[in-house]
């Protein structure tokens, strides 16, 4: 990887949950300086990356070279995190591709992808376990890896491995969010016994700037996060000792899970920008059916040694994860995470994921 120092960074997925974090973070110092990627630089996420400093939107879409050519020109560093739900597995997969092949020619020294687990392939490519938002993005990480054995001297590059956000667990429009069912906040998912390594957004932020700080070292990593396998059970105890209310988790099967608050959903394609004629695009409960049986399953492992090592002041466990945000709320006068999961509170709150936000809808 050439020696020279990244300091300018465009950045592909900055008004999404993880981008907000990440961003926040490489310039909370002014050690870099980001160039942000936004479909409507008048967005409500887009002025608030604006408000950070140290920050610059460029308006327009992943899907367009002349743009991406617009972002990465300038810049020595990239962090790429396309909108899978908006693009659906096989275009990501082809814009993913075109992204890191035009950085390369615009004289990127570092690019960051935004990755999720290849689970098909983790699972023993057993098509239970297929989650095309996972796959589409996983197939694409190995391939940078693959790239990177060749290219890393004239651009170094790191895969940076993330999964479901803990704050989807207490979020509205979710694929796990909780109801208060008689005076008992009730999560009702099939996960049976599994566990899911949730990722808390913060953290994040950091992972994402030690690859930048230490990109001798990233250069060719994977680095996998997560907080801890969060068995839904271990969820409700953990919500139940922080807050003093009462709290459980229902294990539901498949096919009551889909007739419940995602039934609208369900025949959608996963990415809302994809044909569902074309026999490549996933439903959404076809997706997030292999999704929930990656964590039910115990397909997707992470290495918490290294995670300790890299981030020793990480969140180490969903209790901790629940006490810091209920206290990180009352703070910000947002109340108690009792009161944040109360109907007229949760569903008031903007949405965590963007396309909740944009109501999937949105050019591609």
Request: hydrophobic letters at 40%.
């Amino acid at each position: 990887m050439a020696s020279s120092t990244t300091s300018r960074i465009f950045v592909v997925g900055g008004t999404g949950a993880q981008g907000l974090p990440v961003i926040s973070a490489l310039v909370a110092d002014r050690k870099y300086t980001v160039r942000a990627l936004s479909r409507d630089s008048t967005s409500r996420r887009a002025k608030a990356l604006l408000g950070l400093g140290n920050v610059s939107i460029v308006e327009g879409t992943f899907a367009d070279e002349a743009v991406l050519r617009e972002g990465f020109r300038g810049c020595d560093g990239a962090y790429i995190n396309i909108d899978g739900f908006n693009t659906g597995e096989k275009t990501e997969i082809y814009w993913a591709i075109r992204s890191y092949e035009i950085a390369i020619e615009e004289g990127i020294q570092f690019f960051v992808y935004g990755n999720l687990d290849y689970a098909l392939k983790k699972s023993g490519y057993d098509s239970r376990f297929r989650a095309g938002h996972y796959d589409g993005k996983g197939r694409i990480g190995e391939w940078i890896l693959t790239q990177n054995q060749t290219n890393k001297d004239r651009m170094g590059a790191a895969v940076f491995t993330t999964g479901p956000y803990m704050e989807m667990a207490i979020s509205a429009m979710t694929p796990m969010s909780p109801m208060v069912e008689d005076g008992i906040l009730t999560w009702r998912v099939p996960l049976g016994s599994g566990a899911v390594p949730h990722v808390a957004l913060d953290d994040c932020g950091y992972y994402a700037r030690w690859l930048f700080d230490n990109a001798e070292r990233a250069n060719g990593m994977d680095l996998e996060v997560a907080i801890e396998h969060v068995g839904y059970q271990k969820l409700a105890e953990a919500f139940e000792k922080v807050t003093g209310h009462p709290a459980r988790y229902i294990d539901t099967d498949l096919d009551t899970y889909w007739n419940g608050a995602l039934r609208m959903a369900a025949a959608l394609p996963a990415g809302y920008n994809a044909d569902i004629n074309d026999k490549s695009t996933m439903s959404f409960r076809d997706n997030f059916t292999g999704f929930w049986n990656v964590w039910k399953h115990g397909v997707i492992q992470r290495d918490y040694a290294l995670l300790d090592e890299i981030h020793p002041n990480r969140i180490r466990s969903v209790e901790a994860w629940l006490r810091r945000e209920d206290q990180l709320g009352r703070a910000l006068g947002k109340g108690s995470l009792w009161e944040r999961v109360q109907p007229e509170n949760l569903y008031k709150s903007p949405p965590l994921l963007k396309l909740s936000e944009d109501g999937r809808k949105g050019r591609l």
